[in-house]
């Protein structure tokens, strides 16, 4: 499979504890975005790296907080002290530039915290 | 405030019949319009991607039109199918700046389409 991979798939935590979420991007992207998509609305912009550099980051983007795309391939997007509000899909995308590209959408992760 | 407003929130058709969706922008400096399916628990899905100086595009069943004028932008769909029953999101990228590469959704519109 060459699309974008996003493990897990589902989440459920209790609240206060960490989680961490994972994306594959396709092979050789150099852009990879995560947002968050609560039921019935449209996805939210979070962060989005171009290759290890985090270039922007919503304010939806609280301290607790935190990506990181070390090597410039997989991405890690982590969630300390989770509150019943962040329960929600967290979608990861990845492009080649140029800025007209086409994002692919891995199928998410589903969190539910408890 | 970089902004993406879509109409109708839901609308419901018979198979068959043609429908069109509207988007309405305020992404400045704008790059792109792009129109996503997205079914229900899964990523989106990219119909079609235009830039300022295209007016129209097309994918199979899928029209996109844009007015970068008007910031407005549709998407209409010809002979409805059952498996075209989803939510359709229009999604504007900005060119330049902090923003630059950025995509900003619209809540969608979710199609059901009856036999």
């Known amino acids: 499979d060459t699309g974008v991979s996003q493990n897990p798939r589902h989440k459920i935590t209790k609240r206060g504890q960490n989680v961490t979420f994972r994306c594959d991007p396709i092979?050789?992207?150099?852009?990879l975005y995560w947002y968050r998509q609560t039921l019935g609305q449209g996805p939210e912009f979070l962060t989005y790296f171009q290759n290890e550099a985090q270039l922007e980051k919503s304010r939806l983007l609280s301290d607790r907080f935190s990506a990181e795309r070390p090597k410039g391939s997989f991405s890690t997007l982590e969630i300390q002290r989770t509150e019943q509000g962040d329960s929600a899909m967290y979608l990861c995308?990845?492009?080649?530039?140029?800025?007209?590209?086409?994002?692919?959408f891995g199928q998410g992760t589903r969190l539910t915290v408890v | 405030k970089n902004q993406v407003e879509q109409s109708p929130q839901s609308l419901i058709i018979l198979e068959g019949k043609n429908c069109t969706l509207q988007c309405n922008y305020t992404v400045s400096p704008f790059s792109n319009l792009r129109w996503y399916k997205q079914d229900t628990g899964r990523g989106p899905v990219s119909l079609t991607i235009m830039t300022f100086s295209e007016n129209t595009k097309s994918n199979g069943r899928y029209t996109a039109t844009l007015d970068a004028d008007t910031k407005q932008s549709s998407l209409h769909i010809t002979a409805s199918q059952l498996s075209d029953s989803a939510s359709y999101i229009c999604?504007?990228?900005?060119?330049?700046?902090?923003?630059?590469?950025?995509?900003?959704f619209g809540q969608g519109t979710i199609l059901t389409v009856h036999p």
């Open positions: 092979s050789e992207h150099n852009r």
């Open positions: 999604v504007v990228s900005a060119a330049g700046g902090t923003s630059y590469g950025k995509l900003t």
């Open positions: 995308a990845s492009s080649l530039g140029p800025d007209w590209s086409e994002a692919f």
